[in-house]
C-alpha cells in the first residue's frame, strides 16, 4: 500500500473591461507527494527492506490572457504564460539515504545478471524547471475567409542534480575465458 497524493487545484477567473476587451486569468498547482513512489517504479522490492522513494513535488502554472475585439472582424489576442519550477526530489534522505544502506553494510550490493536489487535506488536526485512564453495573435476575418497571423517568445531553463549515496558492489561473473564466447 502507498500513499499517493496528488491533489490538483485550479481556478480561472474572466473579467470583461468594457464590450471589446476579456482578460482571463488561469492559475493552478500540483502537489505531489508520492510514499512510496510506485509510479517511477522506485517503491520496495521486497516487504521490509528500508530503501525505496518518496518523491514530492510541487508546480504551479499561470496563464493570464487579454482578448481584444479591435472591429467587427479583426480579433487580437496577447498570452503570458508561467510555470515556476519548484524542485521535484526523488527521493528523500530517510527513505534513500545512506542510512537505508546499513543492513548491505554501508553498501549497496547489485546482484546483475538480471536479479532483483534489494535497494531500490542508489541515487537521490533533484530537479527544477521553469518558463515563461509570451504569445500575440490577430486574427483577420471576412467572409468564409480568414488570416491568422502571430508570434511567439518561450525562455525556459531546467536543472537536474544527482548524487550517489554509498559505494556499489556489483556482483557477476567473468566471461572471459567462457567457451560460449569462442
Do not use: C
Not at 470583461?16 to 510506485?38: A, E, V, Y
Not at 545478471?113 to 534489494?118: A, E, I, P, R, S
Not at 561473473?173 to 569462442?182: C, K, V
Amino acid at each position: 500500500p502507498a500513499n499517493q497524493n496528488e491533489p490538483q487545484p485550479a481556478i480561472r477567473l474572466d473579467y470583461n473591461i468594457g464590450t471589446r476587451h476579456r482578460l482571463s486569468g488561469t492559475f493552478n498547482k500540483l502537489f505531489q507527494d508520492r510514499h512510496p513512489d510506485q509510479f517511477n517504479d522506485l517503491d520496495r522490492r521486497f516487504p521490509d527492506a528500508p530503501n525505496y522513494s518518496h518523491t514530492v513535488a510541487r508546480r504551479p502554472s499561470r496563464s493570464i490572457t487579454l482578448r481584444s475585439t479591435l472591429t467587427s472582424n479583426l480579433v487580437n489576442e496577447f498570452r503570458v504564460g508561467i510555470t515556476v519550477g519548484e524542485t521535484i526530489f526523488f527521493g528523500q534522505a530517510p527513505t534513500i539515504g545512506p542510512g537505508t544502506y546499513a543492513d548491505q553494510g554501508g553498501r549497496a550490493l547489485t546482484l546483475g545478471l538480471g536479479q532483483t536489487n534489494w535497494h531500490t535506488s542508489n541515487t537521490l536526485s533533484g530537479r527544477s524547471a521553469w518558463q515563461y512564453s509570451f504569445d500575440e495573435t490577430a486574427n483577420w476575418q471576412k467572409g468564409r475567409h480568414s488570416i491568422m497571423i502571430g508570434g511567439g517568445i518561450f525562455l525556459g531553463r531546467a536543472w537536474n542534480d544527482a548524487q550517489q549515496q554509498v559505494p556499489t558492489i556489483a556482483f557477476g561473473f567473468d566471461t572471459t575465458n567462457d567457451p560460449e564466447n569462442g
